[in-house]
């Protein structure tokens, strides 16, 4: 009996994944359970067990190819003595029992694209891995690609992300001279590239960037961090600060943790406030998913952000905790870089750059109202967001809120 | 423009093209002085008289090769078969002669014959006459097969039949014998090889044939009623086959259904879904479904047989859940 090896669904929202590597050759025997080969969904590289013992029979699908979730990636060929084949349908055998049910139904994939769906993205450039399925079960419908197609009207169609189209060209390969070397991007690097310049292409996007009096913080971090790394083994962070003055400012100014519906023409609230958090990893940039961001503590959003971005560079991170997002946070100035323009997730209408913090000579005003010139710590914070749906007034609001939430430095109970 | 039922539709076809032409005969048991046992040849022996409307003994071996004997020599016969379960006992002169000879006499003979036989379930005859056979036909090189669901398209099928060089098995429904339809006055011929869109609809579409055309059409009815417009096309002939309106449909609504008499196993709409899977895929927003008659010998019991024919109920339901899955 053979037994088919399918592209496994890691995760509700994981459509499609790419054949990383082959760890088994045709012909070779596998035990099951055996590590058969590496896949790369969006964002994360696993290895898929064999589903049985016995040999390799074929391999199905080549590495670097991407396919919907259910695809038949390789055959083994088992040991087990082969079952009777009956037809897979409703025959009543003799004296007619009851029909057997067909295997339709279990076979149904919940986010596979149908033919006719695939067709019109590949028609449109839509790209049906960034599509909000309205069917039923989440299912991408065929006015779903159409709304999405009428919505953008995208000038170039990101055809790199979406469905192989129909009968379509060949991309145009570059042949290099001496001194030049071509190699293809790995799948994570490739799906950076569609996903940035699928955002670029459909929203609009700019940049205000604000400056931050972090010394308050800053002064409360240093004094606490020590404690609490003994007494709780949390690691206080500054982007722990951050990212809870940022979750507090999406609660009063909600328009921020919105989206633009796939049609372009409408708005879609979320309830909740998931918070992405930027993560630099050897492999490229991740965006790990706080779920329920605004519900947490400073401490607690300290420890899920650590949680994550410790999971997120070693790999074990889920794909779903890698989507799902409202809103993202990126660190620009890990790196020391004062500020940049982020690039909006799609989906999502803000992003939050916070610069690097650096001392400075500042005019700072003390309480009593006296001005004087004082070190004080300094951070830009950027802050993108799609102008469709927010406008400058409005992000101007969000970092206002974030500003005098740090300035003030009211944290202390959070701490104690 | 006359109400008639279709068996009354039946012999005003054969009349119309007897009229017509005088090469036109009708021949099988009882169609003479008892007008047919399903009274589908009334008033023929007393039109056209007996030299052109001729009862046979019980021998569909001896109706067939009779009337192809006739069709090869000059005359242009409409033979009739009963119970289409009975070109079991003669298949051999259908398959093997009728649809053979044009071709093995490299177009020197032609065979203008049409056989009418009664097909079908929902009357309680049991499984020897009630088996819907017209698939048997369509997996014939060299027949033509058609199967009329009103009493006007019995009409104008059976005329275009009669005006067919090569052979055609009409397959006359005995389920809807005595339904009634508008059919208007004067000549009518139609067209064989086409099918014809009975609703127009959007989302779903349902290809029905004889019996499950009006089951079709009712199940259309109570899907509307939860907001699924389907559109139910009555194949009407099997070969030549309108893939032209099929696939037309199914580009226009993304779902395919098929609506089948024939049990499970290789019934008409198994070459259709076969057609549609490889010249409509792109077109399709989901699995190509077949609602049919269990692979089964018919039932006779009221119940049982009610229970195995696809019904309304069963096709709005299939239909419903396959678009909410």
């Known amino acids: 009996m053979n037994i088919d090896v399918t592209m496994p669904q890691l995760g509700e929202t994981v459509a499609e994944g790419t054949v990383a590597r082959w760890l088994k050759r045709v012909g070779d025997q596998v035990a099951d359970q055996e590590p058969l080969l590496e896949i790369a969904t969006d964002k994360v590289d696993t290895e898929v067990p064999s589903p049985g013992a016995g040999t390799l029979i074929e391999i199905v699908i080549a590495e670097d190819t991407t396919v919907s979730v259910g695809t038949v990636l390789a055959v083994i060929g088992s040991t087990a003595p082969a079952p009777v084949a009956l037809p897979p349908i409703p025959v009543a055998v003799g004296g007619g029992g009851a029909a057997a049910p067909g295997p339709a139904a279990s076979r149904r994939h919940r986010h596979v694209h149908s033919p006719r769906v695939r067709r019109l993205a590949a028609e449109n450039g839509v790209a049906l891995t960034l599509l909000h399925g309205t069917g039923p079960g989440g299912r991408v419908t065929p006015r779903d690609v159409a709304s999405a197609a009428a919505a953008h009207q995208q000038p170039e169609p990101v055809a790199a992300v979406a469905a192989p189209p129909v009968g379509a060209a060949p991309a145009p390969t570059y042949t290099p001279t001496a001194g030049e070397r071509v190699e293809p991007m790995s799948p994570l690097r490739t799906v950076i590239a569609d996903r940035m310049m699928q955002s670029l292409h459909t929203s609009a996007q700019l940049t205000t960037v604000v400056e931050v009096d972090v010394t308050a913080v800053v002064a409360l971090r240093r004094v606490a961090a020590p404690e609490l790394a003994q007494r709780l083994g949390v690691r206080l962070t500054l982007t722990a600060f951050f990212a809870k003055a940022a979750v507090e400012a999406l609660r009063t100014l909600p328009l921020l943790n919105a989206s633009v519906g796939p049609d372009g023409r409408s708005v879609i609230h979320h309830d909740a406030q998931h918070l992405g958090v930027a993560v630099d990893t050897e492999r490229g940039l991740l965006v790990p998913v706080v779920r329920d961001a605004g519900d947490l503590s400073l401490l607690g959003l300290c420890r899920r952000i650590e949680d994550l971005a410790d999971r997120t560079r070693t790999g074990g991170i889920a794909p779903d905790e890698l989507v799902g997002g409202t809103f993202t946070l990126t660190n620009t100035g890990s790196r020391g870089a004062l500020f940049d323009t982020p690039i909006l997730v799609p989906g999502q209408v803000g992003i939050l750059g916070t610069g690097a913090v650096v001392e400075r000579p500042a005019v700072w005003r003390q309480p009593d109202g006296e001005r004087l010139i004082a070190i004080r710590s300094l951070a830009h914070f950027a802050l993108t967001y799609d102008h469709r749906l927010v406008d400058g007034a409005d992000a101007a609001r969000f970092l206002t809120a974030v500003k005098r939430r740090l300035e003030a430095g009211q944290f202390q109970h959070e701490l104690a | ?325």
Request: some cysteine.
């Open chain 2, 1 to 325: 423009m006359a109400e008639l039922t279709y068996r009354d539709a039946v012999a005003r076809g054969i009349a119309q093209e007897m009229r017509r032409d005088e090469r036109v005969v009708m021949i099988g048991e009882d169609v003479a002085g008892a007008g047919g046992v399903f009274k589908t040849t009334v008033g023929l022996l007393d039109e056209f008289g007996p030299r052109r409307v001729i009862d046979t003994p019980i021998s569909e071996q001896a109706i067939l090769g009779a009337a192809m004997g006739a069709a090869m020599t000059g005359l242009r016969p409409v033979a009739e078969i009963m119970f289409s379960d009975f070109f079991a006992v003669c298949w051999d002169i259908v398959v093997n002669e009728i649809a053979k000879t044009r071709y093995m006499t490299g177009g020197q003979v032609t065979i203008p014959l049409v056989i009418k036989t009664g097909n079908g379930g929902s009357l309680r005859f049991g499984a020897q006459h009630s088996q819907a056979v017209e698939n048997w036909a369509m997996a014939v090189p060299g027949l033509k097969v058609v199967t009329p669901s009103t009493p006007r398209d019995v009409v104008g099928l059976m005329a275009a039949a009669v005006r067919s060089d090569d052979p055609v098995l009409f397959f006359e429904h005995k389920g809807l014998y005595a339904m009634k339809g508008e059919v208007p006055d004067g000549e009518i011929v139609d067209e064989l090889g086409t099918a014809v869109v009975r609703r127009p609809g959007t989302d779903a579409t349902i290809l029905s044939l004889g019996l499950t055309v009006k089951r079709a059409l009712d199940a259309a009815d109570q899907l509307a009623e939860r907001g699924i417009q389907a559109e139910v096309v009555d194949v009407r002939s099997l070969v030549p086959l309108d893939t032209r309106t099929i696939l037309a449909s199914v580009a226009k609504t993304g779902r395919l259904f098929t609506v089948e008499e024939n049990p499970r196993l290789l019934g008409w709409g198994a070459e259709i879904a076969s057609i549609a899977a490889e010249e409509a895929f792109w077109d399709l927003d989901g699995p190509i479904q077949r609602i049919t008659t269990p692979h089964i010998p018919l039932p006779a019991a009221d119940s049982l047989e009610d229970l195995v024919l696809p019904s309304a109920d069963v096709v709005a339901t299939t239909v419903e859940k396959a678009l909410q899955s």
